[in-house]
């Protein structure tokens, strides 16, 4: 029997850091270039093969979420813009933004497997805490 997937509920006002912590995965800068102004060298980090389609997974996810807000901020401000205007007038920016909390205060959901975090190698890796905070409503 497939083990039971759990659902995994966020505020839509974090997406946006649990998108950048997923995105921040690839690697970190190698130190003799931490420094260096252009083109830093970085070394990948190495997962196990289920972290690796996870965190895919996860990310793929997340983005098409972050996308969907982006496409729902712009329909809102276009809803408060007048008719030849390109900003939110003054008078109408707390109303404005009284609506778009609303929409950040709400959840999203997602069902897709939880990381394994032994597969992370967390310490080989060293992968920043703030990353794996940010990070720990997915990991098993």
């Known amino acids: 029997m497939e083990p039971e997937i759990p659902r995994v509920v966020f505020k839509n006002a974090d997406l946006l ?4 912590g997923l995105n921040s995965l690839d690697g970190r800068l190698a130190p003799s270039s931490a420094m ?21 997974r996860w990310l793929s996810a997340v983005k098409t979420a972050n996308d969907t807000l982006s496409v729902a901020h712009d329909a809102l401000v276009r809803q408060f813009i007048p008719v030849g205007e390109k900003e939110v007038p003054p008078a109408r920016r707390a109303e404005f933004q009284a609506e778009w909390d609303k929409v950040m205060d709400d959840t999203v959901s997602f069902e897709l497997p939880k990381v ?15 990353v794996l905070a940010v990070l720990s409503p997915i990991l098993a």
């Open 116 to 130: 394994p975090v032994d597969e992370l190698f967390a310490e080989d890796n060293q992968l920043p805490v703030s």
């Open 17 to 20: 850091n649990l998108f950048r």
């Open 36 to 56: 260096a102004d252009s083109n830093p060298a970085t070394i990948p980090y190495k997962f196990g093969g289920k972290a690796r389609i996870t965190l895919a």
